[in-house]
């Protein structure tokens, strides 16, 4: 939550800034701020205002073009409405020092205090602000802002990333980090700090990671890092593997949109050099984990913890060991049961989501081994985990979450295939048959997308419901906690995922005469494929208006019919999720709504 970014270097920061902010606006969209150093020892240029990153650039008088250091926010609210006043760079009172800020600070309120009693007024109602007139009174006694940060951090409690810039060093930007993301863009003969390399991924893909509670000092030339006591520390430096394109809408109207499109080929990624023949599966990074685990605990939050809750299904029947999924805010509160058998399973995109982080380490500190699922090279949670697999979903921007859902749900399925090779709990022939459902994967999306037009011209006539019903069952059911998931959080409307079985015992009440009903079929063969099509027979007899997602071994007489290829019963939601994520697009695009930027939210959830 909330996207930072600061430069240093030759060419205008303004544009520079902007550019990352542009990029970085996933993250946050209540306001947003530059403050730029046009001149040395004066007092800093801030603009800032309510609203996208748009509205900023539409009040912009100037290009500042003779500011080469700049620190730019784009805001997700926490303390403090989303007003001018409140949107980040916050000064000092000297206007000479600035600073952003990413997380919360939790002893906000003693800090105020205790600067508010040595005579500084405050004008925002954000917990950053003390951050800048601590810093200010810490720069006045060291003349150096790095040391004046150390000394801050280590007063501070909670979560933050920081940024500061001061106007008698313009060409410097100081960072620091616990807990939320930065990393270090290096470039020639100029230099950044963001949230993400998407900021500065079109200017270059060299990268520098960032550990927990470490300093850092850019200018164009140079990069420093410390601890919090100023000794020095060497970062790793990675590549960043893929180019600004991959971070563009490339000719669709929405972020959505492309990565729902790019699905094919993020499973195709995802899947490739994992098999080197057709029984036998591949995953180098788990070489050094004891995989004689006697049950497997998934942690993750949202649409990851869906993917955990599809993947059990297949992990419990091929590996043949207990699998408990579990919402990674609700455990890290727990006194679980764990031993160093049990795998600990984190799922997140971002690798930075903060509940996620929590349980992590809460996991850890119960003597669990950990492995993490995750999209984002470099980041918090891989680092900290045990063994780590990439996704190759490529970058998702849109808050919606698509084709990491896919991807990650496929590594689940890796991990299971590589455990059962290794225990033999599958037999060769059945590890074959799998792998080869898992390469049809992708040109069967492709087939999905292909023939979704129709799916789309439905759709806009359910746009003045008020409430959308998800059905399915076994490993269809997670699908439909998914699509319910997905049509929330961008169409703004009721929408609630329900087990078919669970029907009877309390939701079939809420079905009344045009209640529209998402039905997710199993294959006809499968054991409970009769009871799905009971229970639409069932919410039919109610009036309920049923959309039915379902294979060609179904014959079915349901007029809103959505066919997807037939496929491997515990495989099927990586076919039948994508109609519903189609259908939640559609919807919200139907209704007005921003579909890259819903209300309210924001693309990685790092405050808790
Ligand atoms: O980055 P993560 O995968 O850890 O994010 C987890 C959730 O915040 C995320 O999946 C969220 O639920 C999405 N907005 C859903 O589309």
């Given at each position: 939550m909330c996207g930072i970014v600061g430069y240093t270097g030759p060419n205008p920061a303004l544009s520079r800034v902007i550019e990352g902010l542009r990029r970085l606006e996933y993250r946050g969209y209540d306001s947003a701020?530059?403050?730029?150093?046009?001149?040395?020892?004066?007092?800093?240029?801030?603009?800032?205002?309510?609203?996208?990153?748009?509205?900023?650039?539409?009040?912009?008088?100037?290009?500042?073009?003779?500011?080469?250091?700049?620190?730019?926010?784009?805001?997700?609210?926490?303390?403090?409405?989303?007003?001018?006043?409140?949107?980040?760079?916050?000064?000092?009172?000297?206007?000479?020092?600035?600073?952003?800020?990413?997380?919360?600070?939790?002893?906000?309120?003693?800090?105020?205090?205790?600067?508010?009693?040595?005579?500084?007024?405050?004008?925002?109602?954000?917990?950053?602000?003390?951050?800048?007139?601590?810093?200010?009174?810490?720069?006045k006694i060291s003349g150096d802002l790095a040391t004046a940060m150390r000394s801050v951090c280590s007063r501070l409690r909670g979560s933050f990333t920081l940024l500061a810039i001061h106007s008698d060093r313009p060409d410097l930007i100081v960072g620091a980090r616990r807990n939320s993301p930065l990393v270090v863009g290096v470039g020639t003969g100029e230099n950044f700090l963001a949230s993400d390399v998407s900021a500065f991924i079109s200017h270059t893909k060299r990268a520098l990671e960032l550990g927990q509670d470490q300093v850092v000092q850019v200018t164009p030339e140079k990069v420093v890092v410390t601890d919090l006591s100023g000794a020095a520390i060497t970062p790793k430096e990675y590549e960043i593997t893929w180019d600004a394109k991959a971070a563009e809408r490339g000719g669709f109207k929405h972020f959505m949109l492309k990565e729902i499109f790019e699905q094919p080929k993020a499973v195709a990624d995802t899947l490739l050099g994992r098999f080197p023949s057709s029984d036998s599966i591949e995953l180098k990074e788990l070489e050094n984990l004891a995989l004689d685990c006697n049950r497997i605990l998934i942690l993750a939050c949202g649409t990851a913890y869906h993917a955990g809750l599809i993947g059990k299904y297949a992990i419990e029947e091929w590996v043949q060991i207990p699998v408990d999924v579990e919402l990674a805010s609700e455990f890290r509160y727990r006194k679980p049961v764990l031993t160093s058998k049990t795998l600990v399973i984190t799922i997140s995109q971002s690798g930075e989501t903060m509940d996620t982080l929590m349980a992590l380490r809460h996991a850890e500190s119960l003597g669990a081994q950990t492995l993490s699922i995750c999209n984002t090279i470099g980041s918090t949670i891989p680092r900290e985990s045990d063994a780590v697999l990439y996704t190759h979903a490529g970058p998702e921007i849109a808050v919606a979450s698509t084709k990491a859902l896919l991807t990650q749900v496929v590594v689940l399925h890796l991990v299971a295939l590589y455990i059962a090779n290794r225990s033999g709990s599958l037999s060769k022939s059945r590890i074959k048959e799998l792998i080869s459902e898992l390469l049809e994967l992708p040109n069967k999306i492709e087939e999905i997308l292909e023939t979704v037009e129709p799916l789309r011209e439905m759709t806009r006539g359910y746009k003045d419901s008020n409430s959308v019903l998800f059905l399915g069952r076994h490993v269809g059911f997670p699908a439909a906690l998914e699509g319910a998931l997905k049509l929330k959080e961008l169409a703004y409307m009721h929408a609630e995922g329900f087990a078919g079985g669970e029907l009877k015992h309390g939701p079939i009440a809420l079905i009344d005469k045009g209640t529209p009903v998402i039905a997710i079929l199993p294959p006809a063969s499968s054991e409970i494929a009769e009871k799905m099509r009971s229970n639409i027979q069932e919410v039919r007899a109610r009036g309920a208006n049923v959309i039915a997602i379902a294979d060609p071994s179904h014959n079915l007489d349901i007029p809103n019919l959505i066919r997807i290829p037939e496929c491997e019963e515990l495989l099927q939601p990586l076919l039948s999720i994508v109609p519903l994520q189609v259908f939640a697009y559609e919807m919200a695009v139907a209704r007005g709504n921003d579909v890259d930027q819903p209300r309210n939210l924001a693309k990685s959830v790092t405050v808790e």
């Open positions: 701020g530059v403050a730029l150093a046009t001149k040395v020892g004066e007092k800093l240029v801030v603009e800032k205002k309510a609203g996208k990153l748009a509205n900023l650039e539409g009040t912009l008088t100037s290009d500042y073009s003779n500011a080469h250091g700049g620190i730019g926010h784009t805001r997700w609210a926490t303390h403090g409405g989303p007003t001018d006043v409140n949107a980040h760079p916050h000064l000092d009172e000297s206007g000479k020092l600035a600073v952003i800020h990413n997380g919360i600070i939790e002893n906000y309120i003693e800090l105020k205090e205790e600067l508010e009693r040595r005579g500084h007024k405050f004008k925002s109602e954000t917990d950053t602000e003390s951050v800048a007139h601590l810093l200010s009174e810490e720069f």
